[in-house]
């Protein structure tokens, strides 16, 4: 027979659940209920499953944040001592360890997540879900060398414990921080190490599924940051035809492993995720309207998942998507649109300082762009200085580098440009990506022709398009094409620069790109003016008339829009009151986050 007291607290117990479960539940009368049971000092383990019960509580349904860590900090203090209590003490450390990420207080939250590593060796899953943890807090702090050394000791652990797609899962975890810390050496092993372990994989077809989907987002990732857009297509099929597959079974995580119940991000998640890759691709590759369908498609899905459960996660994709879609728009010659764009991506980041912190740089990049396509060359310096200033990330360096460059080289600044020539050697580029270094070329071959160094010019150009047509990159061949053609006009080449900027006008068209249409189409008005095909002429010229009204209009439309004045943010926190109208319709660090399905 339970004592009178123990009947109580047991009772109160009872009570708090109904309420909890109630339609619609009574919050404030649980939390009251919960309390209540301390006054008739229940044993230890009633206790501290209280404290942690009324912590979940108060942090799901309550602004209390305060009280709410105090429970948690009861319940992880009381259930450290009492043996066979898992859940309650692993669960306490967990989210108060989550809990003092949130507010900034990373130095008190990793000691306790040590600690209950430490006492979690016996409990597969805790011990394993702690350990993602850690490990997460220190990739967030850009200490990705320690980040991977956990994660190993993460692998080795799960391999001993017969938590084989757990292993897996550590591995694909520790390539995707190498792949963050752009150690390429290293992340190749590790890819290649994971995915024999999936081919062979003779567990649930799920579990194998969703590993794969896993394992291709980083090798799509891996491809696409080295720039090889052509080499990429083959893993970019095949992993929008396993998401599909994926998206079209109920999820399953069954195996024989309790520590084999882990998700790196929910399949709704990776849905969104293939989509950005695939805008990633598209605009790598210059296929600008498939960039703009897919990011279309992306930002509906985020809407939707977004009013289910707004995760910080669905915001940064958000983020990435307008980042690429933007530069999409100014190579489309919509400036106007691409300007709205910047204010709903800067308004995300005003509602979070997190992503401003990670995002800042790539904002400055975006405004540096649209102020270059707009001619506010000094206000085009400033963004791309105030990005290199905040930015370590190689190849947004190098991108930034390279588009400063033309700046000066438009403002006919030779001292300046000189002192960037080292950062923009494509024999001595920081960066690894083919696309770079194939772009940087172009820049070195614009700098001779404004020179008038023709022939050094057509050397820097023809090494861009190998570089350029060795991996499908449209964009710089029809760049690179015409400024060809521009050359053999200035040297009296006129069928050698037929040849050149007839291809480019039918790429262009194609991407489409309206500047190098513009561009080509007054060098065709020439070249057709030379033959004397007055027809062909007139042609040209009537393209070149329409292409500089349409960049005309989009000009004055953009540069009256209150956003404009965003050009003028180079430091700071963003400004405020600057008008927003993001569409109805409107990442690789991404967390690596895991729970139970």
């Not at 009324?54 to 799901?60: E, M």
């Not at 859940?87 to 989210?95: M, P």
């Amino acid at each position: 027979m339970a004592s009178s007291q123990d009947a109580w607290y047991l009772s109160l117990l009872g009570l708090a659940e109904y309420f909890r479960t109630s339609s619609p539940p009574m919050i404030k009368l649980c939390i009251q209920c919960l309390q209540a049971v301390f006054h008739f000092k229940p044993p230890q383990r009633v206790e501290a499953r209280t404290h942690l019960q009324l912590g979940n509580i108060l942090l799901s349904h309550t602004k209390n944040i305060d009280l709410a860590k105090n429970h948690l900090e009861q319940a992880w203090m009381l259930s450290q001592s009492i043996t066979s209590f898992d859940d309650v003490k692993f669960e306490a450390a967990s989210v108060l360890a989550e809990l003092l990420e949130q507010q900034d207080q990373i130095a008190v939250s990793k000691p306790i997540l040590r600690k209950a590593i430490e006492l979690s060796q016996h409990n597969v899953y805790w011990h394993c879900r702690l350990i993602f943890q850690l490990a997460q807090i220190h990739a967030t702090e850009k200490d990705y060398t320690l980040a991977s050394s956990l994660l190993g000791v993460g692998v080795d652990y799960a391999h001993i414990s017969n938590a084989y797609y757990t292993r897996i899962l550590f591995l694909l975890s520790k390539g995707m921080l190498l792949l963050i810390d752009k150690k390429h050496q290293e992340v190749q092993p590790v890819l290649s190490q994971a995915g024999h372990l999936i081919e062979t994989w003779t567990g649930a077809v799920y579990q194998r599924e969703y590993l794969k989907v896993y394992f291709l987002v980083l090798q799509v990732c891996h491809y696409l940051m080295a720039g090889q857009v052509k080499g990429v297509k083959p893993c970019l099929k095949q992993l929008q035809q396993t998401i599909q597959a994926i998206m079209a079974t109920d999820d399953v995580f069954t195996g024989p492993s309790q520590g084999d119940m882990f998700l790196w991000m929910p399949k709704e998640h990776l849905y969104v995720l293939v989509y950005l890759l695939t805008v990633m691709h598209s605009m790598q590759a210059g296929y600008m309207e498939k960039a703009q369908k897919y990011t279309d498609k992306a930002l509906i899905h985020i809407e939707k998942l977004k009013i289910l459960d707004n995760k910080p996660i669905l915001s940064v994709f958000q983020l990435m998507l307008l980042e690429h879609i933007i530069m999409c728009r100014l190579v489309m010659g919509n400036k106007s649109q691409a300007l709205q764009e910047i204010s709903s991506a800067a308004s995300l980041c005003r509602q979070c300082p997190r992503l401003l912190e990670a995002h800042g740089p790539q904002l400055h990049t975006l405004l540096g762009l649209y102020a270059m396509s707009m001619n506010c060359m000094e206000e085009a310096e400033a963004q791309f200085i105030a990005a290199l200033n905040t930015s370590q990330e190689r190849e947004l360096w190098t991108f930034s580098n390279l588009n400063l460059a033309i700046v000066y080289l438009r403002g006919k600044r030779e001292a300046d440009f000189t002192t960037l020539f080292d950062r923009i050697n494509p024999d001595n580029l920081p960066s690894h990506s083919h696309s770079l270094k194939a772009a940087a070329y172009y820049v070195q071959g614009l700098q001779s022709f404004f020179q008038g160094r023709y022939n050094e010019a057509k050397r820097f150009l023809r090494e861009t398009l190998k570089m350029a047509n060795a991996e499908d990159l449209n964009r710089l061949t029809s760049g690179s094409l015409v400024l060809l053609g521009h050359i053999f006009l200035s040297l009296g080449n006129s069928r050698e620069s037929m040849n050149m900027v007839t291809p480019a006008m039918q790429l262009a068209s194609k991407i489409p790109d309206v500047h190098v249409q513009l561009w080509a189409s007054a060098i065709l008005k020439d070249l057709h003016r030379i033959c004397g095909d007055i027809q062909r002429e007139n042609e040209a010229y009537q393209r070149h008339l329409s292409f500089s009204q349409i960049l005309l209009n989009d000009h004055y439309q953009a540069s009256q829009m209150p956003e404009h004045s965003l050009v003028q943010w180079t430091q700071g926190n963003l400004p405020e009151n600057i008008a927003s109208n993001p569409q109805s319709t409107s990442a690789l660090a991404v967390a690596i986050g895991l729970g139970r399905p």
